[in-house]
């Protein structure tokens, strides 16, 4: 019986423990003398603290130390480890407590250390902190307008840097030639990540050895090993250890350094017992980053037959009050450089302006940049088809990059050097308006607007950009990324014949141990059950970069691949030792060794590693055991693409946008486990779809956050959403000896540009070209109302 499983859609080998309650997350987490910390956070968005008095907090019973940020000064501001590359970066990081002044509302000021949680939340009340309230100012363009208010003496207006890519000369060259332009301002707006397991850790200090270890909600725990040693505590890497234990969604706000780590780590030393933080939703909401919130500005130029000629961006990128860990690289590297979408656009360019304001830091969420980068797009595409009367789906076959042009370099040196790597366009977008009969919908909405009822349908034809690396075009030298962006794994076959792939991606429930495992299982030729994938811990993993960015199928996928090669050839060696026979007659096949044209000559996996293992009889020069690891740094991104088609039915006299159908259609090369990438793309589809009709963090006008709740900040329902229907096509990335591509991201990349094309075609017959998100029913309503109908 045939043990390939690769492109299986095999059962997720995690589920059981995950649904029998087995699995431990950080909040289960108990150790011998723990004490509980709660952490006092401003009120304040914008202030100078005047002086915190702790005297009467340190009285409660149980409570075991009260610290300000005086008692950390020691300790420098936390790193920013991705900043915008080749401008200036005008950088301000979060300490441990802040200590003089804040800038946000929801900065750790103060933090009580108790028994218990109970104790520790209670004093927090009678801490008294004497603020001098400073003027705030949330919007990022007003933020760097004269007389604003001024957040950092070394941020002038408030601008953290301005960048650009693309040539804004012939950019705006063609749009003096272009026979139409269409401008349009849009915003897409603040969103709260909302992970069901919020952000918490453990440090525990062992004086003898001067080590830490630090249990955290991490989706990268050895980058935060090396920024706390190398940039915090100026320590040995050796003398911490870094796990991230079960973790309920991260969507990216987990990858960042935050400074409750870095305090849980310096009370541990301080007070010598272990010490646990874990988050409340309030704070999750608050002092956990949020994602998007660009205002900007579009210009496209096209001819009268719809081949668009130019495309001109300008994004003020809200920040926050100070930086997230990589907040600078997403609204450049990951926003910009992707501008040109599935489009051969001739003339490209775009100035990003990241700004700060008195809101809660913002940073990377899922999708990071490419679902801003695919709505401007896929926005302009739709405006400029309005504009000309033209079919929507007709302007993007007509400007589609075409198969024969990749590798694909998109025009001025948008993507620096990087080529899209391969892609068939018209396919995915072909199969979609199959998928959904788009002739029969024309001339049913057509039909039901007769009876004064608004059907439409929005159309997302994405690329976007995976992988994060190569090392060298995002490091320092380029893209301004402070480190490396390869990948680890290692790949060890036991005397038994069972294997243990150790990875250093980071799961948060992709699916990783089971689409490794098919990787390994697949090149080895063992059934998948023989395979045991192994995560998490800095001390048992090779150092890896962790998971986002939809990189661990095409870069750690791809180290456990290499990995199992080597093995592999090894093993093909030791077989042709066992055999009596040359090393170069051995064929690898379904798990034997076998000489070449004598298959019933041959060694199994089991019996070769059995006797590398043993080590008694082994060619000259070979070590024993079937063990290595592999480093994998890529030569370029991997590029998915696909088409998303949203219908829905809008509601005239209540503005209520109803979700009729969702076909999605998405190319992510080979696909290792087609279960797993649907249920990706179903969860991506939701929040995307959620951003387009219902979610939005609001602040008012001195900096606090109204949509503090889960009662005022609208997530979607099950039963807000259709059934997705989903389908695919593959085309291989040449880029991967796998051919894969990324996937994690694609449904939140392409959803909330296809729901909300598909309200503004159900609302052209009222003269709408554009509304921002969330197309909330009162938003709706007031525009078809104050178009006069």
Not at 450 to 461: D, F, N, T, V
Not at 500 to 525: F, R, Y
Not at 782 to 789: E, F, L, S, T, W
Request: hydrophobic share 40%; net charge negative; aromatic share 6%.
């Amino acid at each position: 019986m045939s043990t390939r499983v690769f492109g299986s859609a095999i059962k997720r080998r995690e589920d059981p423990r995950l649904i029998t309650g087995e699995a431990k997350y950080l909040d289960d987490i108990q150790l011998p003398g723990m004490a509980h910390a709660a952490i006092l956070r401003s009120s304040y968005a914008h202030a100078k603290i005047n002086s915190i008095n702790t005297k009467k907090a340190a009285k409660v019973p149980g409570v075991i130390a009260v610290l300000t940020g005086q008692d950390f000064k020691d300790l420098p501001a936390l790193p920013c480890a991705w900043q915008a590359g080749g401008v200036k970066n005008n950088v301000n990081m979060p300490r441990v407590l802040e200590i003089d002044r804040v800038t946000f509302t929801g900065a750790g000021v103060a933090v009580v250390v108790a028994e218990n949680r109970y104790i520790a939340e209670d004093a927090l009340s009678l801490i008294e902190v004497d603020y001098e309230p400073l003027p705030a100012v949330v919007d990022s363009e007003k933020a760097t307008q004269p007389g604003a208010p001024q957040l950092h003496e070394n941020a002038p207006n408030n601008i953290c840097f301005d960048w650009s890519c693309g040539s804004r000369e012939a950019a705006d060259r063609a749009l003096g030639e272009a026979e139409v332009v269409v401008k349009q301002r849009v915003i897409n707006q603040r969103l709260i990540p909302t992970p069901i397991d919020s952000r918490g850790a453990i440090a525990q200090y062992l004086p003898a050895s001067e080590e830490y270890t630090i249990w955290m909600t991490s989706q990268c725990p050895h980058i935060m090993r090396l920024l706390m040693t190398a940039f915090v505590f100026a320590i040995p890497e050796n003398k911490m250890r870094v796990i991230s234990p079960q973790i309920g969604g991260g969507f990216g706000t987990k990858i960042s350094l935050y400074p409750e780590y870095c305090l849980m780590a310096a009370l541990a030393k301080k007070l010598g017992r272990p010490v646990k933080w874990m988050e409340t939703r309030r704070e999750n909401y608050v002092a956990t980053s949020h994602g998007r919130d660009h205002i900007t500005d579009i210009e496209v130029g096209a001819k009268r037959d719809g081949t668009i000629t130019a495309l001109k961006v300008k994004t003020h990128a809200n920040l926050g009050g100070i930086l997230a860990t990589i907040g600078p690289g997403t609204p450049t590297t990951l926003y910009a450089r992707i501008l040109s979408g599935a489009y051969k656009i001739p003339n490209l360019c775009c100035q990003v302006i990241g700004v700060y304001t008195n809101t809660s830091m913002v940073d990377t969420y899922r999708g990071a940049g490419r679902p801003e980068a695919t709505y401007v797009v896929e926005r302009a595409v739709d405006l400029v088809a309005r504009e000309l009367k033209v079919d929507p789906a007709e302007i993007r076959r007509k400007n589609f990059i075409q198969p024969q042009d990749f590798p694909y370099e998109p025009a001025n040196n948008m993507l620096r050097g990087l080529k899209y790597d391969s892609g068939d366009y018209m396919k995915t977008l072909t199969k979609a308006l199959e998928m959904v009969n788009y002739e029969g919908f024309r001339q049913e909405q057509a039909e039901a607007r007769q009876q004064g009822r608004y059907l439409g349908l929005g159309l997302s034809s994405y690329v976007e950009i995976c992988g994060v690396a190569p090392s060298a075009w995002v490091g320092l030298p380029g893209e301004g990324w402070g480190a490396g962006l390869w990948e680890s794994a290692n790949v060890r076959v036991h005397l038994t014949g069972k294997v243990v792939v150790t990875t250093g991606s980071q799961p948060q429930g992709q699916g990783h141990e089971t689409t490794m495992a098919q990787i390994a299982a697949d090149e080895l030729g063992i059934p998948v059950e023989d395979v045991l994938v192994q995560h998490s811990d800095t001390l048992g993993t090779p150092f890896g970069y962790g998971t986002y960015g939809s990189r661990s199928a095409a870069v750690g996928g791809v180290a456990v691949h290499k990995s199992v090669q080597r093995i592999k050839e090894k093993a093909c060696r030791l077989a042709a030792h066992m055999l009596e026979a040359a090393p170069e007659d051995m064929v690898y096949e379904s798990g034997k060794v076998h000489v070449k044209g004598s298959p019933d000559k041959a060694k199994t996996i089991q019996e070769i590693a059995g006797a590398a293992a043993l080590g008694y009889s082994l060619p000259p020069g070979m070590e024993p055991f079937l063990d290595d690891i592999a480093y994998y740094d890529p030569p370029n991104c991997t590029y998915p693409f696909g088409t998303h088609v949203c219908i829905v039915e809008v509601d005239k006299d209540t503005g209520q946008v109803q979700l009729r159908r969702y076909v999605a259609v998405d190319d992510c090369g080979k696909v290792i486990n087609p279960m797993i990438v649907d249920g990706q793309l179903h969860g991506g589809i939701a929040q995307g779809a959620g951003q387009a009709l219902w979610e939005g963090a609001v602040y008012d006008e001195n900096g606090q956050l109204i949509t503090g709740t889960m009662m005022d900040y609208a997530l979607p329902k099950a039963d807000f959403l259709p059934s997705f229907e989903t389908a695919r096509t593959e085309t291989p990335s040449p880029v991967n000896p796998l051919g894969v591509k990324g996937i994690g991201e694609a449904g939140t990349i392409a959803s909330t540009a296809a729901v909300v094309n598909a309200v503004m075609d159900a609302l052209a017959p009222f003269g709408i070209k554009h509304l921002d998100m969330p197309l909330t029913p009162e938003r709706v309503w007031r525009a078809i109302h104050q178009n006069g109908k």
